[in-house]
């Protein structure tokens, strides 16, 4: 709004003036249907007995024209002030409308601003980001040169260090070569010193090996004759031995066939024959026995058929104990014994 007054002075002057008009004469106010009151005259009246009709009728008829004139005056008045009332009103409209044109003028003009400073501001930020952009990429390749200069640069110097560490690797391999070659030598004519003392040795050895081997055939000529001589006697001891073990069995054989005639014959004689049974009859006896012939256990493993005359048989074995057996290392033979009773026998 004061843009639009410092643009336009004159016109708001203008308005200014029949804003001010307006509010004195609403302020003030005018009573057109108020009749006019008689305006006092400064004339001192004069009364006097004797009036004059016609003078008094002339006066009142100028009088009257006088009112009328005034109220014409009046009416006339009131119809031009109404007038510029309404052409006050008129033009205040047609201000405010030509205000209000020019206000959405300028708030039209302010956007259409607004927008090609918002434009211009776009402008100016696409423009600043463009050069952004521009200076990002230039100082991004600026850097990435750089960096391509260090890489570069470190390459060089990788390169130089490489070669450096190449031609100190090849000076001490050289040197290395010279020492392994001074070491080779050094080696070859300690070799050929160690083949010389090996060769000595070796004919040492050889000679050693020999009075050994001479020594050994001695020793063994010496063994072969005593392991004949052992294993004749060895051939000697085991026919002895044999000799023995079978004159040994044989003697155990007859002690033990002795013994187990006696047992037979010892069951045989305790047992009780049956009435009408036993005839013919005979069955295979398991006997367990103890140290002195004592009966531990009777069983039959072969029965008879008849098992009268197998518990007879199994009686007459406790019966006989104690059973006759021998006192010596045979014993063991008869600690679990089996034999045929057959007292038909």
Sequence with gaps: MLQIIRENPKAAL?????????????????????????????????QARVVDQALVTAEVEKLKQAEQAREAAA?????????????IKRQQLAEQQRLAALAQQRLLEEQQAAEREQAEQKREEAEKAALAVEEAKRK???????????????????????????KAEEEKQRKAEAARKAEEEKQRKAEAA??????????????????????????????AEEEK???????????EAELEAAMNAEHNARVTDRYMLQ????????????????????CRLRVRLAKGGNVLAVSVIESSGSGAFDRSAEAAVYKADPLPVPEDGLFEQFRDIIFVFDPNR
Aim: proline share 1%; aromatic share 2%.
């Design 194 to 223: 160690r083949k010389a003392e090996e060769e000595k040795q070796r004919k040492a050895e050889a000679a050693r090996k020999a009075e050994e081997e001479k020594q050994r055939k001695a020793e063994a000529a010496r063994k």
């Design 140 to 166: 991004a390749e600026e850097e990435k040169q750089r960096k391509a200069e260090a890489v570069r640069k470190a390459e060089e110097e990788k390169q130089r260090k490489a070669e450096a560490a190449r």
């Design 263 to 282: 047992i037979q014959r010892k069951v045989i004689t305790n047992w009780v024959r049956l009435e009408g049974s036993g005839e013919g009859l005979k």
């Design 229 to 239: 001589k052992h294993k004749a006697e060895e051939a000697r001891k085991a026919r």
């Design 14 to 46: 203008a308005a200014l003036l029949m804003h001010l008009l307006i509010v004195l004469f609403l302020i003030v106010g005018v009573d057109w249907l108020e009749t006019p009151k008689p305006v006092a005259s400064g004339v001192e009246v004069v």
């Design 75 to 87: 009416a006339e008045l009131r119809e031009q002030e109404q007038l510029q009332l309404d052409e």
